[in-house]
């Protein structure tokens, strides 16, 4: 084999790996075909809830659409056994004091934030929101959920829900 | 006699597949330089970081999928906003200067080892992303593949790289090696 058909046989399967690689690697498309960004979903991971009523709802917006936000309508506090606790719906959610919200990353434009209608999460973007309950919440364990504006609470197999613990 | 025919046979086919590559060559640096332009005539925005039109906020949208080495580069980043605005910088200029010289067919070569480059390292970044359909990847695997192969043939005709091969016929010479940068 002359140089140069080695040369154009290493490129050849360079580019091809790469592209065949990428489609595997970023939409599972030779397993299970995903596309991340056609629905939102949210990841509430490290959340916290107290006593007092206060939540730290810590939101990650971790799929859907990269050009608008998603948008979060209601937020629940449940007993394990799925019956409401609390819940803040969009009225409140849309009107968040941005003293409330610190969002991770600084940048313009795409900061969680109250838009009036509810409370808006852009993509990758991850912040602590305070949200606060005119009650007390006794010891033990919850469920907080959030619902996105199109009904769910579930997309691509993850929940948008996470357990926590009152503590005494 | 046959050996000599074949050679000729060989030149011509070279020559008349050369007459086809600035179809491809000129798109693919425009993908690149007006990618550029965009970012400092049409939408200056782009390029301020108190603006909402901020590119850099972009870069926040590639977090929640992004291959894994790369989260991290990316997070860090993100969280020292005056690194991003250099990056974003010099991002925009590689993109206008390879995209530019991709079109004039100047350093061709040099040009599509850039542009590939830059093609996967989005596709590895961003490449996820596909409101539509799975744009990302698309963009990123077609553009890698196209630069790529332009690494290795050049692009000499409707170029300026033709003269400076009909000079430098075997590359730019760095010590004793030849550099086939067109």
Same mark, same amino acid.
């Given at each position: ?28 498309? %030779? ?5 991340? *960004?056609?629905?939102?979903? &949210? @990841?509430?991971? #490290? ?8 939540? +730290? ?20 506090? !449940? ?14 959610? #849309?009107?968040? *004091?941005? &003293? ?6 600084? +940048? ?5 934030? *109250?838009?009036?209608?509810? !409370?808006?999460?852009? !993509?990758? /973007? @991850?912040?602590?929101?305070? +949200?606060?309950?005119?009650?007390? %919440? @006794?010891? #033990? ?11 769910? &609470?579930?997309?691509? #197999?993850?929940?948008? /829900?996470? &357990? ?5 | ?20 590559? =600035? ?6 640096? $425009? ?49 020292? =906003? ?37 093609? $996967? ?6 490449? $996820?992303?596909? =409101? ?51």
């Amino acid at each position: 084999m002359d140089r140069m058909t080695a040369l154009a046989l290493l490129g050849f399967i360079i580019a091809t790996g790469v592209t065949m690689g990428l489609y595997q690697i970023n939409f599972q498309g %030779f397993t299970h075909l995903t596309n991340y *960004s056609k629905t939102p979903a &949210y @990841s509430l991971a #490290g959340t916290q809830l107290f006593k007092n009523g206060t939540l +730290l709802l810590h939101v990650i917006r971790v799929a859907g659409p990269d050009t608008y936000g998603g948008f979060i309508v209601l937020v629940q506090v !449940l007993y394990p056994n799925g019956t409401v606790a609390y819940e803040w719906n969009s009225t409140y959610l #849309g009107h968040i *004091s941005q &003293y409330d919200i610190i969002n991770k990353y600084n +940048l313009p434009g795409h900061l969680v934030h *109250s838009d009036g209608f509810a !409370l808006v999460v852009p !993509l990758g /973007q @991850s912040a602590i929101v305070k +949200l606060y309950a005119p009650v007390t %919440f @006794s010891p #033990g364990t919850y469920i907080v959920r959030v619902y996105d504006a199109d009904g769910q &609470y579930e997309a691509y #197999g993850i929940k948008f /829900q996470v &357990y926590v613990t009152v503590n005494e | 006699m046959t050996q000599i025919s074949k050679t000729l046979e060989k030149a011509v086919e070279n020559f008349v597949i050369e007459r086809y590559l =600035p179809i491809l060559r000129i798109t693919l640096g $425009w993908m690149y330089f007006s990618a550029f332009l965009r970012r400092t005539i049409n939408v200056p925005a782009k390029l301020n970081p108190l603006s909402t039109a901020y590119v850099g906020g972009k870069l926040i949208t590639f977090l929640p999928h992004a291959w894994q080495p790369i989260v991290g580069q990316l997070e860090w980043i993100l969280l020292h =906003p005056h690194l991003l605005y250099m990056f974003l910088l010099l991002f925009t200029a590689v993109e206008g200067l390879f995209g530019l010289l991709m079109i004039l067919g100047l350093t061709t070569r040099l040009s599509g080892l850039v542009i590939t480059l830059l093609a $996967w390292s989005i596709g590895a970044a961003g490449g $996820w992303l596909g =409101p539509t359909c799975v744009d990302e990847w698309q963009i990123a695997a077609v553009e890698g593949a196209a630069a790529l192969m332009f690494m290795f043939t050049g692009s000499r005709w409707l170029s300026i790289d033709q003269y400076l091969a009909k000079k430098y016929p075997r590359g730019l010479k760095i010590w004793k090696f030849y550099i086939p940068l067109w």
